[in-house]
């Protein structure tokens, strides 16, 4: 059973750069696209971008710019950066796969980041 | 780009209820719909992808029904593990970019 981990700092200075490893076990990432999804408290869902194993990618275009993905392949982990963050990037971010028409299935459990000083 | 629309924002209802949950996509969209539940600290969970298949271990209260541009969750008879809030979701085909709605909140009456 394929499952999925966030993991990084809690805490983010603005102005600086958040950066998030999601570790995928259970199973291959060599397949599927790969998404991060954030949610600032008590609001709804945001996604912020996908990468695909092959390493394509694309993001959300109110973030564009500020963002990127990466993939890992020999470590089973992909990679989230957002620069220049501001408190508005305060959120819970999750990484979940993408089966396209079938859903977005499993989540990680998320990890909360505050940009704060 | 698609922007889904879910109403209404908060349903309230009794256990034993029937909660119709109601999604609509801009844009023609075919089948290409899910829904999450999401409970308080919890991540979302997959219910149905495609409008209308039950994700695995799903109960069978759980329904969607739709195509185009409207959409609908139905929860047959609420439990009390049901109140929570749920998200409908589009993925386009090409590029591949997602949305999501909302959220519509089902609350204990």
């Known amino acids: 059973q394929v499952q999925l981990q966030e993991s990084g700092p809690g805490l983010v200075k603005p102005s600086e750069t958040l950066s998030l490893i999601c570790t995928v076990s259970?199973?291959?990432?060599?397949?599927?696209?790969w998404s991060w999804i954030r949610q600032p408290p008590g609001k709804g869902l945001e996604w912020i971008g996908y990468i695909y194993y092959s390493g394509s990618t694309n993001y959300n275009s109110s973030l564009k710019g500020r963002v990127s993905i990466s993939v890992d392949m020999s470590k089973n982990q992909f990679s989230l950066k957002l620069t220049s963050v501001t408190a508005s990037d305060t959120a819970v971010y999750y990484c979940?796969?993408?089966?396209?028409?079938?859903?977005?299935?499993?989540w990680g459990q998320g990890t909360l980041v505050t940009v704060s000083s | 780009e698609i922007v889904l629309t879910q109403s209404p924002a908060t349903l309230s209802l009794s256990p034993g209820e029937r909660a119709t949950l109601s999604c609509r996509a801009s844009h023609n969209i075919s089948t290409y719909l899910s829904w999450y539940q999401q409970k308080l600290g919890q991540a979302p969970r997959l219910l149905i992808y495609d409008t209308s298949n039950r994700a695995t271990g799903i109960s069978a209260r759980f329904s969607g029904s739709g195509s185009g541009t409207d959409f609908t969750l139905t929860i047959s008879s609420l439990e009390p593990g049901d109140f929570a809030v749920y998200y409908c979701?589009?993925?386009?085909?090409?590029?591949?970019?997602?949305?999501f709605g909302g959220g519509t909140k089902v609350e204990i009456k």
């Open positions: 979940a796969r993408d089966r396209g028409i079938l859903g977005i299935d499993p």
């Open positions: 259970g199973g291959s990432i060599n397949s599927y696209y």
């Open positions: 979701h589009h993925r386009s085909s090409w590029p591949p970019v997602l949305a």
